[in-house]
Every structure is written in structure tokens, then in C-alpha cells.
């Protein structure tokens, strides 16, 4: 499963594992972008949380606005499922 930060208005999005230690998305983020503001914690998933809690959203570095949380994998099941039909 992965999580995936997506912005709506600009496409831009980042995406890993839920559990993902918060050294490896600070690494993956300075090396290949996009960089976002997100809060502290142990994982991708705590770092997002909290963010959430405190800021009310994450916003896009390229435009701005707030980005959608979703689980990429679960996303692109749905898409396949209704592609099908």
C-alpha cells in the first residue's frame, strides 16, 4: 500500500509506504522533490497526521493549494475495476 500526496490543480504528488521512517522521506524529497512542509514524526504516516492535526492541510509547494491524502494503491484498483466495466 502506498499513500499518495496529490494535488488536484497542478498534478504534483509524491508517494511511499505508510510506514515509510521520516529520514527517507526527508532524503526522497530533498533529492527528487516535490518538498512539503509536513510535521514531525516516526513515519510518513505519523509526519502527515500531524500535519494534518496542526495545519488543518498540506499544501502543494508548486501552486499552493491543499493536497488530497489518499492510498495510491487503493486509487488505482478503483480506476482498473472501473475501466472494466
Known amino acids: 500500500m502506498q499513500v499518495e500526496l496529490f494535488c488536484p490543480n497542478c498534478s504534483c504528488s ?3 509506504s505508510p510506514d515509510t521512517p521520516a ?3 526527508l532524503d526522497r524529497m530533498a533529492e527528487g522533490g516535490p518538498w512539503y512542509a509536513l ?3 516516526e513515519t510518513f504516516e ?3 497526521f500531524s500535519t494534518l ?3 488543518g492541510a498540506i499544501r502543494c509547494t508548486e501552486c499552493g493549494e491543499a493536497v ?3 492510498e495510491q494503491s487503493l486509487g488505482q484498483l478503483t ?3 472501473l475501466g472494466s466495466w
Request: proline share 0%; charged share 20%; hydrophobic share 55%.
Open 46 to 48: 505519523d509526519m502527515i
Open 79 to 81: 480506476m482498473e475495476v
Open 68 to 70: 488530497s491524502v489518499s
Open 53 to 55: 492535526f496542526v495545519c
Open 23 to 25: 529520514a527517507e522521506i
Open 39 to 41: 510535521g514531525d514524526g
Open 14 to 16: 509524491f508517494a511511499a
